[in-house]
């Protein structure tokens, strides 16, 4: 599995420099650090949303209202400030805020039982139509100049945006929990099996909770910086880049059964589409073509793993004595010392 998967991120870093070397050569302006540096900042937030769905998607399940919370999120922000609250008050009311949306949708999905696929998509609708129950059509502008720098300028001496290196610091942190700890391990053992993950002690409707209540905090940290960063708090704030960032994840090799992905295919894929959408940009190619383009990598994202397997499967056929015999039986474990040890599945739904 992982020489599969480095094999995929290899392609997709190869991609990368052909993308950012075409782009140099053929489009005037496209490698000038001032450039690359609106390429970054364009997609933080993608790339903030990507790293929220990427352990979800990790245990197989899916949130398709990451968009909805930061456009909700963002138009709380607006009606706070409007109301005359300081950005410094404003701040951890709506990361709370998020994390509760969030755990609004845990509690749907793990809870009830209810499929995170509709769930999320009910959501994703309710979150955007509360956002305008708060703020109307209106814009909301004049946050404070103190923090926009914040967002929108670079890191001195380099062409780094301080919003990028925001997200250098959460993809890192990413990397870290899910590929060096045990709550990470646990990400690909629901995903690779939710009953055989319970069986080994795995709490996978608390692993779940937690990670829709920390998707939701990430996405009120989205909303932050993209308000700040064009100024503007709106009810349809970022509303379609739930699709791109599910789009960045999927292409980035993790699968959409869960149990297979890595932080760094996910960044690479960033790279690629936020590079490929600035040359895109730059030669003016109108939006529309870029929505089609983004649903083509999305297909494309889907249908690699699959081809792949049947191409494995081709080169490696299944010896003809084995087919059809049953999987030999697994030696049956004394459930009173498997209780003892791990805890019952029955506890872990409690």
Known sequence: MRERLLRWETILLVLCVVVFTWGSATTAGFGEADNISFLLLDYTEVALLALALLPIILTG?????VASIL???????????????SFETIVP?????????GSLNATLIVRFGLPALAVTIGTLGLYRGLAYVL?????????????????????PGTFLPYATVLVIIVGVLAAVVVHYTPFGRSLYAIGLGEQTARFSGIRVQRVRFVLYIVSGALCAVASLVYTLRYNSARADNAAGLELVAVAAVLLGGVSIFGGRGAVVGVVSALLLMAGLRNVLFLNDITNEIQNVINGLLLIISV????????????????????????????????????????????????
């Not at 399940?61 to 209202?65: E, M, Y």
């Not at 909301?140 to 890191?155: C, E, I, N, S």
């Open 71 to 85: 456009g909700f999120c963002s138009a709380l922000t607006g009606v706070l400030w409007d109301a005359g609250m």
């Open 303 to 350: 249908l690699v793993p699959v081809i792949a397997n049947l191409l494995r499967g081709k080169r490696h056929p299944m010896p003809a004595e084995q087919r059809g015999q049953p999987p030999p039986e697994e030696t049956p474990q004394d459930p009173v010392a498997a209780t003892a040890v791990h805890g019952s599945p029955e506890e872990d739904q409690r």
């Open 61 to 65: 399940q899916i949130d398709l209202s």
């Open 93 to 101: 009311i709506v990361v709370v805020a998020g994390a509760v949306l």
């Open 135 to 155: 703020l109307g059509d209106r814009a909301v502008t004049g946050f404070p100049d103190a923090y926009r720098p914040l967002v929108t300028d670079t890191v």
